[in-house]
């Protein structure tokens, strides 16, 4: 249940998000919404001056970041509970908002009501998840059903710098090794990790934190 007045601001980028969300929250009297913004820069210029309580923010804003705009609202107001809300339903994007410091993880999909019940658990410093988020959230993924791979020192190096961007021929003249070693390391790389290919595997390194 709220309590008090919350202050509530809104980050998306479709007016038609914004405007369906400021009629909703009209009806909710504990809720003040204090702004809502299209891009990040904004919204954090707002921060800087004004408490916002509670932030939805859309993680898929043109040439923006929401993650990053996530972690600087946090850096800048500690105690502003940030609510991502998004149509990306992918776990591993789930948890990297988390990381980032969000307090929840909200579908666009989810019902008013529910909508409210979230910003309350936010609004009490809990974390929270609209129904259909939760259930990704129980489901383990793929790669977690498979395990975390063991790396030798060797391949954790070569895996560094394959997420750099660097060649093969550039990985061998750093490591003073030949070139075939590091294509046979790729390769083992790619058998651990279970993936079809790079892209695939600093993908999935990512998620696991080795990278």
Not at 140 to 145: N, R
Not at 171 to 195: G, M
């Amino acid at each position: 249940m709220l309590t008090g007045n919350v202050k509530l601001a809104i980050v998306d980028d479709h007016p038609i998000v914004l405007e369906g969300l400021q009629r909703l929250i009209a009806h909710v009297p504990e809720i003040t919404m204090v702004g809502t913004f299209t891009e990040g820069a904004p919204l954090l210029d707002y921060i800087r001056t004004n408490q916002v309580d509670i932030l939805l923010l859309d993680i898929s804003l043109p040439g923006e970041n929401g993650m990053e705009i996530c972690k600087e609202v946090k850096r800048i107001s500690p105690q502003t509970q940030v609510l991502a809300l998004s149509n990306h339903a992918e776990r591993s994007m789930i948890l990297q908002m988390l990381q980032h410091g969000a307090t929840g993880y909200l579908l666009k999909n989810i019902a008013p009501g529910e909508l409210v019940a979230c910003i309350a658990e936010a609004q009490q410093g809990l974390l929270t998840f609209s129904k259909a988020a939760k259930e990704i959230m129980a489901r383990p993924s793929s790669v977690e059903l498979k395990g975390i791979p063991q790396l030798t020192k060797r391949e954790k190096e070569i895996l560094h710098w394959i997420a750099e961007g660097r060649t093969t021929p550039q990985i061998a003249e750093q490591l003073n090794v030949s070139p075939l070693t590091v294509e046979t390391h790729r390769r083992n790389l790619i058998q651990k990790f279970a993936v079809p290919n790079v892209a695939a595997l600093i993908k999935v390194a990512a998620q696991q934190g080795f990278i």
